[in-house]
């Protein structure tokens, strides 16, 4: 290997290594100013348990919001409403936790879990 490519093949591990970082990194959703739920004060919520979670799991939500829901929803997927469902089982914390959040901080984690559900591979 000549040393051109050696160190074409450190660039490129490293890109990997930023890479798979910025994908963790991007889980991570940081408040704009601090959030108290059950007297714990968050400054941030940690969303990578997604990669964790099942087919069932999405199942589960959809059933949760079938029966609260009043009519057909097509695409549950993309309401506010299954994203917060979606990330109280990624984080095992109550949903509470999510419906209380600040109306940005919510949109934050709808974001990050339709980004999440519908990201390229």
């Given amino acids: 290997m000549s040393e051109k490519e050696k160190d074409l093949a450190v660039v490129d591990t490293t890109a990997k290594d930023q890479e798979?970082?910025?994908e963790e990194v991007e889980m991570l959703i940081k408040f704009k100013k601090p959030?108290?739920?059950?007297?714990?004060?968050?400054?941030?919520i940690d969303l990578s348990g997604l990669d964790d979670l099942q087919a069932s799991d999405m199942?589960?939500?959809?059933?949760?919001?079938?029966?609260s829901a009043a009519g057909i929803d097509v695409m549950p997927e993309v309401s506010l409403e299954y994203a917060?469902?979606?990330a109280a089982k990624a984080t095992k914390m109550p949903v509470e936790f999510f419906l209380q959040l600040p109306p940005k901080e919510a949109m934050k984690v709808k974001n990050r879990?339709?980004?999440?559900?519908?990201?390229?591979e």
């Fill in 59 to 67: 199942i589960a939500v959809n059933k949760i919001m079938a029966r």
């Fill in 20 to 22: 798979e970082t910025a």
């Fill in 84 to 86: 917060c469902n979606l």
């Fill in 35 to 44: 959030y108290t739920f059950d007297k714990v004060e968050y400054t941030e």
């Fill in 113 to 120: 879990v339709m980004a999440f559900l519908f990201g390229s």
